[in-house]
């Protein structure tokens, strides 16, 4: 499973519920490599995306909420009932799209982190795992560095450093 997030440079990924910036770039490329992927994501989350399934995708919400019902989505319960549902799913076609919380939990079933580093402090109250500090990690390649309207950003890929 690959974990895709935007990050800061604390690794600060969403502030009042909400994400920390704008860069279009950014989202085309979240759009191109989870486009007939299964996205999952936290019932947080999902509410920042205005209710709303992402179009084209899979999308799994996780929630405890057993009244939790939206047409387009699919809800799991527990980790053990997100595992059920993605049972006949190839792994590498699974996305984790945050947000802080459950990233957190799947962090150790994934073994790709898509990561858009920003060179920026956007004043974050979520965070995600620092990669360049997990010792089972390491990074395998980074784009150059970009601009989009004097937001400086990279995109790098991290993946897991079996032993
Ligand atoms: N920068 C990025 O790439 C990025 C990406 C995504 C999100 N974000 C940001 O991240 C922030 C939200 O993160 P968050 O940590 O507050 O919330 P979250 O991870 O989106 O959602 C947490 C919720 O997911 C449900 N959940 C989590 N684990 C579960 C489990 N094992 N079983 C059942 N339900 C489970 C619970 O919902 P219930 O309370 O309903 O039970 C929990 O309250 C926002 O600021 C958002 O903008 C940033």
Redesign the pocket.
């Known amino acids: 499973m690959t974990i895709i997030?935007?990050?800061d440079m604390e690794w600060g990924?969403?502030?009042d519920?909400?994400?920390?910036f704008n860069i279009p770039e950014d989202m085309e490329f979240f759009k191109t490599a989870t486009r007939g992927k299964t996205v999952v994501?936290?019932?947080?989350?999902f509410e920042?995306l205005r209710i709303k399934p992402l179009p084209g995708r899979r999308n799994i919400v996780?929630?405890?909420?057993e009244s939790?019902s939206f047409e387009g989505t699919e809800t799991?319960?527990?980790?053990t009932e997100l595992f059920s549902l993605l049972e006949n799913t190839p792994k590498n076609d699974v996305f984790v799209?945050?947000?802080?919380?459950?990233y957190r939990?799947l962090l150790k079933y994934c073994d790709t982190a898509l990561i858009t580093k920003v060179s920026a402090y956007g004043k974050a109250d979520?965070f995600i795992a620092d990669f360049d500090k997990l010792s089972d990690w390491k990074t395998e390649c980074a784009s150059e560095i970009m601009d989009s309207n004097g937001i400086k950003f990279q995109f790098v890929k991290y993946v897991r450093n079996y032993p």
Request: aromatic share 4%.
């Open positions: 997030a935007c990050a990924i969403g502030r519920g909400g994400l920390l994501m936290g019932r947080k989350t920042s996780l929630t405890k909420s939790f799991a319960h527990s980790l799209i945050g947000g802080s919380n459950v939990q979520s």
